[in-house]
């Protein structure tokens, strides 16, 4: 990936999610995620096991990462967290190269549209994804949660999308368009005047009312969303 050089582009900007969007949510990395978020709490908190999923349910809905309320309120160190958490998932065994993502990803038209991953992830976890989905190279650069910065800024602060356009190097929101499995990511997104596109999978329930001005259940549909930015409109 390679970074811009910091002056605004005259092109517009597609932010990709990473974690359930470039990949499928049916390879359970989630489940493995939560699991180890629930047993850090227990460890580290002293927590009963049903306190621990439950503080750590209460601090991903207010905050939208659970390490922001143990760096909130419990002072933990952020790169402690994630060396036990995202960075000790057996991702090698579960994530393997996606021919289908790395054909719809080449088609797009880099001439017309810069392509930058934006995650709440850490920066090591980020880059481990996108190399073994085989993606890695396709990719103008990454906006990520610093989890070595206080405070912590993530998705969906409204500050996480002025660092995204800031690194991304685009100046203005109606150039901005994004994809992103989370409902909350999405609506936040859309109020900040990006594009949005919510990717909810096709075992997910489709939300009552739409999260921003698209619902996709595939990353393919990207073509019909955004076809301005790709080279053809069919696989």
Known sequence: MAALNGTASRKPVLFFDIDNCLYSR????QDL???LIDKYFAKHLELPWDEAVRLHKEYYTSYGLAIEGLVRHHQIDPLKYNAEVDDALPLQDIIKPDPELRKLLEDIDKSKVTVWLFTNAYVTHAKRVVRLLGVEDL???LTFCDYSEEPLICKPHPDMYKK?????SVSEAKDCYFVDDSF???TKAKDFG???VHLVEESIPTPKTQASQYQIRHLSELRNI???FFKSTSI
Do not use: H, I
């Open 26 to 29: 049916s390879t359970k990395v």
């Open 33 to 35: 995620m939560a699991e």
């Open 139 to 141: 990719f103008d650069g």
């Open 164 to 168: 995204g356009m800031r690194e991304a």
């Open 184 to 186: 909350l990511n999405c």
């Open 194 to 196: 990006w594009t949005a």
């Open 226 to 228: 955004y076809p301005q």
